[in-house]
T-cell receptor, first 116, second 112 residues
């Protein structure tokens, strides 16, 4: 069974440009999450999809970030326009259960974003 | 202030030795606590998950403890191996369990 896959693994862009990150969750996992880790800080929640619906997007930092999950399969996270403080590692995770409880949460390897 | 604090920030140990990592949290209400291992350039991988009622849980050479009264957890690595070199992250789940509160991690370096 393939794990959570993310693309690209690393993206370097200039301030003001646009970047789109993609996440393919584990097949059959309706729940998809985006997290990010900025330099020197802990990982923080961005948003949660249940299938194609945004269950909770309270962690999205501002309206320059747009996440979509059309068709309830893969998800994209677009940053437009990118700012220096957006640099960090963006993790995607997926789970089978909506109420996570003690269920497993599977992480991708992350997409490292560097904004110059 | 982060609701999950880990110590030490980093440590170096010799292969074959044991070490213990600490995690203190203030997340309330508490649902469960997880320890993840994150190799450089990889995503976090779950080691253990403990609920309120569990005091100890092992996964091979990794043993996690939880004291929900004092809101403390530890991760003990026994007979360390070079492959144990990684960042170990304590993650606490509260009322909105998918949001998760992450510690900043402890970086462990095992040397031959």
């Amino acid at each position: 069974e393939a794990g959570v896959t993310q693309f690209p693994s690393h993206s370097v862009i200039e301030k003001g440009q646009t970047v789109t990150l993609r996440c393919d969750p584990i097949s059959g996992h309706d729940n998809l999450y985006w997290y990010r880790r900025v330099m020197g800080k802990e990982i923080k929640f961005l948003l949660h999809f249940v299938k194609e619906s945004k269950q909770d997007e309270s962690g999205m930092p501002n309206n320059r970030f747009l996440a979509e999950r059309t068709g309830g399969t893969y998800s994209t996270l677009k940053v437009q326009p990118a700012e220096l403080e957006d640099s960090g590692v963006y993790f995607c995770a997926s789970s089978r259960r909506e109420i996570l409880g003690t269920g497993e949460l599977f992480f991708g390897e992350g997409s490292r974003l560097t904004v110059l | 202030k982060n609701q999950v604090e880990q110590s030490p920030q980093s440590l170096i140990i010799l292969e074959g030795k044991n070490c213990t990592l600490q995690c203190n949290y203030t997340v309330s209400p508490f649902s469960n606590l997880r320890w993840y291992k994150q190799d450089t350039g990889r995503g976090p991988v779950s080691l253990t998950i403990m609920t309120f009622s569990e005091n100890t849980k092992s996964n091979g050479r990794y043993t996690a403890t939880l004291d929900a009264d004092t809101k403390q957890s530890s991760l003990h690595i026994t007979a360390s191996q070079l492959s144990d070199s990684a960042s170990y992250i304590c993650v606490v789940s509260g009322a909105n369990d998918y949001k998760l509160s992450f510690g900043a991690g402890t970086t462990v370096t095992v040397r031959a």
